[in-house]
């Protein structure tokens, strides 16, 4: 295992749009302290965006994994891009002709793709931490640790778009077309979600429980907008009698989804590269 991933690693770091990519990623994820610092001035309205309580406990665990799944692209590039160059480059042959098995290749992609979920996980949680310490109002322990469901989730839905990603790669085998298909895809849930919605199902939660099966979805259902949970935009609802019923807890149901689609991506590359002639 471990010299399996010393070889993926190797071929990540000596790809240079790979490296930068990657170190984009992260240096990106740390730019999430950045809006701590952003303040309004709109005439005799003066606020900063740390104060509306973004960065409070337990809150700033949902806040900080929705912020930083959106950055997931970036990775993204990289995992496609890593299954792309190993046809580009003829190091997939390579291995393969070195005695590596189709079996082992695969699971040397799914183990760099938990690393790297790892990593930006751990990153996440490092860094929300050093957030909450300096800007929360709130730093009880059992405040402080409630919420960690986001963590999970996060790094659930990392695992699975990365092997979603992995899969197109191998499937595409273009870094472009991969990345361009992951985008048609993500169009034709969003299609499918609406003619359910307001054709098919107007009216009841039919859709809602045919949709949460799509794997984008599901992995979207891990950790749903924080945005109106603040108790600033609960109030402006109040007031104008707009009442929030959303529940945003982490649904077991959609991190059974996510985990049953990542293994089935996993095993549907694995029958692809099994199956085709190299």
Known sequence: MKRLLSIELQKIWLNKASRVLTLT????????????????????????VAEMGIFNFPYIWHFNTYIA???KLFLAIVIVSMMANEYSYGTLKQNLIDGLSKKEFILSKFVTIVLFSLCSTVFVFIM????????????????????????????????????????????????????????????????????????????????????????????????LEPFTRLSVIKSIGTQMGVENLKDYSVPFSAVLIVLCWTVIFLFLSYRILKNRDL
């Not at 990623?25 to 900063?48: E, N, P, R, V």
């Not at 361009?180 to 359910?196: C, D, R, S, Y």
């Open 25 to 48: 990623y992260f240096i990106l994820l740390s730019f999430i302290a950045l809006i701590a610092s952003i303040k309004f001035d709109i005439g005799t309205i003066h606020f900063q």
């Open 69 to 71: 799944a959106i950055l």
């Open 128 to 223: 929300t931490l050093i957030l909450g310490y300096s800007f929360s109002s709130y730093t009880e322990l059992s405040i402080v640790f409630t919420d960690l469901e986001y963590i999970l989730a996060f790094f659930v839905k990392l695992v699975g778009f990365f092997s979603f990603c992995l899969f197109l790669g191998i499937l595409v085998k273009r870094s472009a077309f991969a990345l361009g298909f992951l985008l048609v895809w993500t169009i034709i849930e969003a299609i499918t979600k609406g003619i359910l919605n307001f054709r098919i199902f107007p009216e009841g939660k039919i859709a809602s429980y045919i949709t949460q099966f799509f794997p984008l979805e599901a992995m979207s259902n891990l950790i």
